[in-house]
């Protein structure tokens, strides 16, 4: 089960901490991403994070911008967001699975807003 919190409204140049918080796998050797989807577009994802190794990955528009991170004693994986872009706008989800390719455990969302 994942629980996805921190989301809200925000000027842009902001920021925002997003969380998820992982129960009833083996969250240290689990990968963790966050996806994003808008209105009238495709999901995409955002930044994720690896189980083992720590390594990440970021979508371009991320890079300089977000930093995901995971807590392995508080089963927490968090994205923090600085300098948002009304761009930046989404139901941001947070998801789970055995490697960053493949998540087959899904939160439920966290609306990210962004204003011009």
């Known amino acids: 089960q994942l629980q996805a919190s921190g989301g809200g409204l925000v000027q842009a140049g902001g920021s925002l901490i997003l969380s998820c918080a992982v129960s009833?796998?083996?969250?240290?050797?689990?990968?963790v991403g966050w996806f994003r989807q808008a209105p009238g577009k495709a999901r995409e994802l955002v930044a994720s994070i690896s189980g083992r190794t720590g390594n990440t990955y970021y979508t371009d528009s991320a890079k300089g911008r977000f930093t995901i991170s995971r807590d392995n004693a508080k089963n927490t994986v968090y994205l923090q967001m600085n300098s948002l872009k009304p761009e930046d706008t989404a139901i941001y989800y947070c998801a789970a699975g055995s490697r960053m390719s493949f998540y087959d455990n899904w939160g439920q969302g966290t609306q990210v807003t962004v204003s011009s």
């Open positions: 009833g796998r083996t969250f240290s050797t689990s990968a």
